[in-house]
């Protein structure tokens, strides 16, 4: 699932289409980055088992703005994750 989106496809009239790249913002990035932390929250109470899926995405998630050198990296990075069983 994309959750930074990346690039723009337009279909023309004459069936052709473009792709254009689309930038992001460190401010999208962490957004987005906080969201996924603040829904996954419930995993990591004290009373239940954090599976290593789930402490290794929230790890990447948390370690995003500082592993990356570029927004457009850190969405890339982002959307292609591989996200644990049970993400939505």
């Known amino acids: 699932m994309i ?3 990346r690039r723009l496809t337009r279909h023309e009239a004459d ?4 792709v254009s790249s689309l930038d992001t913002t460190w401010e999208e990035v962490r957004s987005v980055r906080n969201e996924e932390l603040s829904k996954s929250d419930w995993r990591a109470v004290k009373d239940r088992t ?3 899926d789930w402490r290794d995405y929230r790890e990447f998630l948390r370690d995003l703005p ?5 927004p457009n990296e850190a969405a890339d990075a982002l959307n ?4 644990p069983e049970g993400w939505h």
Request: proline letters at 5%.
């Open 3 to 5: 959750l930074i989106p």
């Open 15 to 18: 069936g052709s289409r473009t």
């Open 50 to 52: 954090l599976y290593a």
């Open 66 to 70: 500082a592993t990356y050198d570029t």
């Open 80 to 83: 292609a994750y591989s996200k």
